[in-house]
Each structure stands twice: as C-alpha cells, then as structure tokens.
C-alpha cells in the first residue's frame, strides 16, 4: 500500500489512550496492525485500534504521543503500513521511568513495582511501535 496523508486527531477515549495505540476509523480498510507514521522531521511506528468516532482521513493520538512524535492537532501526517522483521526488531528487556501525567495529583504513597511491571507485560506484551 501505497503511504496515504491522514490529519492528526485527539484520541477519542482515555480507555484508548492508555494502550499507546494509534487510533482510526474502523473503515480505513487499506491499514493493517501496524503503521509508520512520518511527519516532516522523523518516522514513528504505531499499533493500530479503530474506533468509530475516528472521522476517516484522520489518525487519533493520545497527549503523551503528539508530544513525544511532535504531532499537533489537524497536522497532515505520511501514514503507510508498516512490517516488522521479529528476528531482527525484538526487545528483549528495557527500562521503565513512570511518572505522574498531572503533576498536581502526585500521590506520595507507595507502589508495588513488582505489580506495576506485571501489569506492563501483560497489556503491552506483543505490542510494536517507537522511532525508526
């Protein structure tokens, strides 16, 4: 498939902003699992979810990915389909750093990060995406 220009949107649910998913509309049939997302400056790979409030032509991000990929709202971004090689493009183990999105709600107690990493694993196990 050939790279097609969509326009940056909002993501359309906090539920979906926290899968670190890029969203469309479910009727963008050309798209498969994973797509590159280029703008002017850099590549970006994103895993895919549809939601059917994604107006077709637009590609939904969450706050912390326009900021992190440098996308503002109603920009024109490259979106084309993306494969990756899983015997070269693995990761076998990072780091995390967390911290709190809304500073104003810091929460002194303590976490489990035992708990906090096994919740990780099993809701981005198998997920792709980063810069290319």
């Known amino acids: 498939m050939a790279a097609r220009t969509m326009h940056v949107a909002r993501c359309p649910t906090d539920e979906l902003s926290l899968t670190n998913c890029a969203v469309i509309n479910e009727k963008e049939p050309q798209f498969e699992k994973h797509v590159t997302v280029r703008n002017s400056n850099h590549k970006f790979v994103f895993t895919l979810k549809t939601h059917p409030s994604v107006n077709l032509g637009t590609i939904a991000f969450s706050l912390p990915q326009r900021k992190w990929a440098g996308l503002s709202i109603g920009q024109e971004v490259e979106v084309s389909n993306y494969t990756f090689d899983k015997s070269k493009q693995c990761v076998s183990s ?24 096994s919740e990780f694993i099993q809701h981005f196990n198998n997920q792709e995406g980063g810069r290319v």
């Open 94 to 117: 990072m780091t995390v750093e967390i911290d709190f999105l809304q500073k104003k709600s810091v929460d002194s107690n303590p976490y489990d990060s035992d708990k906090m990493a």
